[in-house]
């Protein structure tokens, strides 16, 4: 019998490309590991041979976010799940990021796309198949897009996100962040809401002009968003020397959670793109019941902006 080929713990690495664009997203959780532009990185990334730390680059199914003490009811009947975090308690981004995730066949080396057959189990019993799609543009940088069909006899509780951090390196102290959303959650001590959304105006958490991170501490969830023609809010994240780039959500993603990543060293800004706010199990806010044979999609990319792209700022 021959010898297994060792793999790294994030699993088989697959490698993409188009024009000053490169990425790489590990098997495990289909989770994008690596972005760079012209050789620069744009997202946090890890080694190949370790788990990704605290969600880098991470699939958020069937919930983002918290589930406050792994609980919640559903169609009458109530759900106990594992508990990824003990103080505070609580089920964290969902099921699928320890998961294998199997390539599927390749025809580009702009494009890469990974599916997995998510089995019911006690907490969820529900089965889903999810397919991720990576693809890179020279000039549009890149799309992602999760979808997820319900592959059970009866409805599914869902919701979706995803888990990059936007980074130029080193500390996001004097960088800004500009987003145009109305509204936001504000984490609790357990990091869950305090209560609806409350209007951004007049606060430290608006950022609908652009923001110095200085000081800024940020956990909170976004809605409101504002939209352009093209049906996509934008995250806009810029280094002190001007260089530029967005995190965009498509109309599917009506949420988006800002991170200062205050527990190791604030080198990243969490910008994530969610179809619900966190502990949508509980609350039912923006939480999509999956009818059986129903699925959904979602699409987000980055994109560098500004100075580091000036050819493409022109055209526009």
């Known amino acids: 019998m021959a010898t297994p080929v060792p793999l790294p713990l994030s699993g088989t690495q697959l490698r993409i490309t188009a024009g000053p664009y490169a990425a790489t997203v590990a098997g495990v959780g289909a989770t994008l590991r690596e972005l760079t532009h012209a050789g620069q ?26 589930l406050a003490q792994g609980r919640y009811t559903f169609d009458g009947s109530a759900h106990r799940l594992p508990l990824d ?4 308690a609580a089920a964290l981004h969902g099921l ?30 529900f089965a889903l198949h999810l397919r991720a799609e990576y693809r890179l543009d020279a000039v549009r940088g890149l799309t992602a897009r999760v979808t997820a069909a319900n592959r059970t006899s009866r409805p599914a509780p869902f919701g979706l996100g995803a888990h990059p951090y936007l980074t130029f390196g080193g500390s996001i102290d004097g960088c800004s962040v500009q987003l145009g959303a109305d509204r936001c959650l504000h984490p609790d001590t357990r990091m869950l809401p305090d209560g609806p959304p409350r209007p951004v105006e007049g606060t430290p958490q608006d950022l609908r002009d652009a923001r110095e991170l200085r000081g800024l501490v940020l956990n909170h969830a976004y809605t409101g968003l504002h939209r ?23 109309a599917s993603l009506g949420w988006l959670q800002l991170y200062t990543a205050d527990h190791f060293g604030r080198t990243g800004l969490a910008v994530e793109p969610m179809t619900c706010p966190p502990d949508a199990f509980n609350s039912g806010h923006d939480l999509i019941v999956l009818a059986p044979g129903e699925q959904r999609s979602a699409a987000w990319g980055i994109q560098v902006r500004g100075t580091r792209d000036t050819t493409h700022e022109e055209r526009e």
């Open 85 to 88: 975090e003990r103080d505070p």
């Open 228 to 250: 352009d023609a093209d049906g996509l809010a934008r995250a806009r994240f810029r280094s002190p020397g001007g260089d530029a780039v967005d995190l965009w959500a498509d």
């Open 96 to 125: 699928v990021a320890w998961q294998t995730w199997s390539p599927q066949p390749r025809e580009r080396a702009d494009r890469v796309a990974l599916t997995l057959d998510l089995a019911a189990r006690p907490g969820y019993p």
């Open 41 to 66: 990185p744009l997202i946090l990334t890890f080694d190949a041979d370790e788990p990704a730390p605290a969600a880098h680059g991470q699939i958020l199914a069937p919930w983002p976010n918290r």
